[in-house]
Nanobody, 121 residues
């Protein structure tokens, strides 16, 4: 099996920073894209940032210039550094990864359990 375990969420004041981490473990053959999504009640889950294995990144317009996604391929881990946080960044943040398991040929989409980020004074 494959698991994505997130950490680093919490409560922060506007203008503050948080760093999220997501480690993939299990029967991993290879990982393609890793990324972060977020969701608030009543809204669809939206892409925040993603990174290919080669390091090509994509960001939502709302976080450009404030958030930075990085990954450590040796550790199967992706990070999201969130700076200048705003109340509208409050959401549950989910890690996502496209993974091919050992001895298998298909790529599958995996999700973490989610971590709450609350930006409030």
């Amino acid at each position: 099996q494959v698991q994505l375990v997130e950490s680093g969420g919490g409560l922060v004041q506007p203008g503050g920073s948080l760093r999220l981490s997501c480690a993939a473990s299990g029967s991993i053959g290879s990982i393609n894209t890793m990324g972060w999504y977020r969701q608030t009640p009543g809204k669809e889950r939206e892409l925040v940032a993603s990174s290919t294995r080669a390091g090509s990144t994509t960001y939502a317009d709302s976080v450009k210039g404030r958030f930075v996604i990085t990954r450590d391929n040796a550790k199967n881990t992706v990070y999201l550094q969130m700076n200048s946080l705003k109340p509208e960044d409050t959401a549950v943040y989910y890690c996502n990864a496209i993974i091919r398991k050992i001895y298998e040929y298909n790529w599958e989409n995996y999700w973490g359990q989610g971590t709450q980020v609350t930006v409030s004074a």
